[in-house]
């Protein structure tokens, strides 16, 4: 069981940044897919962004120049620095771990955009 902790929520006014982190309690294999889903209220959860080892990062077309995906493998560990926030942005973010197989998620972190 793989547990998924993420942190870096906030409230920030549009235009600013805000970096979000997400740590896994074991190692993940590089080929799984690691990223980002945000789920605005009353709203379907959606992909933001996700990074698989070999792979272009995929982000969803609203953030696409705005948003940029990392990782790092030997701190298990996937970051989403997000700029130029937009208050339409305003979501609880989870951290993905995905496999063919199983997935994991995050309890979710809070970002709101609004002045």
């Known amino acids: 069981q793989v547990q998924l902790v993420e942190s870096g929520g906030d409230w920030v006014r549009p235009g600013g940044s805000l970096r979000l982190s997400c740590v896994a309690s074991q190692t993940i294999y590089s080929g799984y897919a690691m990223g980002w889903y945000r789920q605005a209220p009353g709203k379907e959860r959606v992909l933001v962004a996700t990074l698989r080892a070999g792979r272009d990062p995929t982000y969803a077309d609203s953030v696409r120049g705005r948003f940029t995906i990392s990782r790092d493998n030997a701190k298990n560990m996937v970051y989403l620095q997000m700029n130029s926030l937009k208050p339409e942005v305003t979501a609880v973010y989870f951290c993905?771990?995905?496999?063919?197989?199983?997935?994991?998620w995050g309890q979710g972190t809070r970002v709101t955009v609004s002045s």
């Open positions: 993905y771990v995905k496999s063919d197989s199983m997935e994991y």
